[in-house]
């Protein structure tokens, strides 16, 4: 199986919704140590990296250097389209 429940939403005892999911956990070599679900599924992990991306410019100091702001480092991690509001 690809994927297993991960989360259940429940209404008065009664599933309403299951989300399904695979997910991996890995030693620092990539060795899988845990899994749920296939750990060797591939996806695109579209905006779940953003806030993985931003990392270089916090630990830099580099957001701190150009006094970036707590609402747009939460620009810089979520997912938008880049319209003049972004920007």
Known sequence: MNFSPMI?????GISEC????????TDTQGRVVAHVGNPHWLCFTRSTLKALQALPL????GAQQLALTS?????????????????
Do not use: F, P, Y
């Open 8 to 12: 259940e939403l429940t209404r008065n």
């Open 18 to 25: 299951l989300h399904l999911g695979a997910l991996a956990v």
């Open 58 to 61: 916090i630990q830099s100091g």
């Open 71 to 87: 609402k747009e480092l939460a620009v810089m991690c979520a997912s938008h389209n880049g319209e003049d509001m972004h920007v």
